[in-house]
T-cell receptor, first 111, second 115 residues
Framework: SQQGEEDPQALSIQEGENATMNCSYK?????LQWYRQNSGRGLVHLIL?????REKHSGRLRVTLDTSKKSSSLLITASRAADTASYFC???????????FGKGTRLSVIA | DTAVSQTPKYLVTQMGNDKSIKCEQN?????MYWYKQDSKKFLKIMFS???????INETVPNRFSPKSPDKAHLNLHINSLELGDSAVYFC??????????????FGPGTRLTVL
């Protein structure tokens, strides 16, 4: 399976702290995307990072990509209770395969 | 205005029945997808259509038949429902050609329960 792996599976932090989630993948990629899913809702796209990029920012979100280690991380700074959700990485591998989603990290931010 | 909408939101039915889920997007995108999310939250692509043409069919049983009457709609028909079909089904759309080169916009999901 080419499914990526998020780490940790679950993370619980206090409001105001930073949250870091990691994603490892298997082979060379075209891009890697991060999505958020609130309970009972659809997925919402956060950031797309291409294989030739190393870092991207969006508001309180920072995504890094290390192609030598085949890994990516999502950092949420100054977390809020509203950030409580599951976070998924999705990898588009080189070749003809579709986007592959990982199993997600469940983040709980406690007020 | 809902960008990607699905109906129904909940669907409870007996084994062996046939059911359909509808999806519509008003984003003007060329590509639409169906995903299945199981009870462990694992999300897997089933189909993608680009301009009404099938691009991806990920070894889904042929009891599942997508139909795209136009590029704004992608419906999913399921025949002879089985217990294992119970899941949340998500529709999504994107501007690009069907694999994941671009941001995907997801619908709210349809929770299917087969009894």
């Amino acid at each position: 399976s080419q499914q990526g792996e998020e780490d940790p599976q679950a993370l619980s932090i206090q409001e105001g702290e930073n949250a870091t989630m990691n994603c490892s993948y298997k082979t060379s990629i075209n891009n890697l995307q991060w999505y958020r899913q609130n309970s009972g809702r659809g997925l919402v796209h956060l950031i797309l990072i291409r294989s030739n990029e190393r870092e991207k920012h969006s508001g309180r979100l920072r995504v890094t990509l290390d192609t030598s280690k085949k890994s990516s991380s999502l950092l949420i700074t100054a977390s809020r209770a509203a950030d409580t959700a599951s976070y998924f990485c999705a990898t588009l591998y080189s070749g003809n395969t579709p986007l592959v989603f990982g199993k997600g990290t469940r983040l709980s931010v406690i007020a | 205005d809902t960008a990607v909408s699905q109906t129904p939101k909940y669907l409870v039915t007996q084994m062996g029945n046939d059911k359909s889920i509808k999806c519509e997007q008003n984003l003007g995108h060329d590509t639409m997808y169906w995903y299945k999310q199981d009870s462990k939250k694992f999300l897997k692509i089933m189909f993608s259509y680009n301009n009404k043409e099938l691009i991806i069919n990920e070894t889904v049983p042929n009891r599942f038949s997508p139909k795209s009457p136009d590029k704004a709609h992608l419906n999913l028909h399921i025949n002879s429902l089985e217990l294992g079909d119970s899941a949340v089904y998500f529709c999504a759309s994107s501007q690009e050609g069907g694999r994941g080169f671009d941001t995907q916009y997801f619908g709210p999901g349809t929770r299917l329960t087969v009894l």
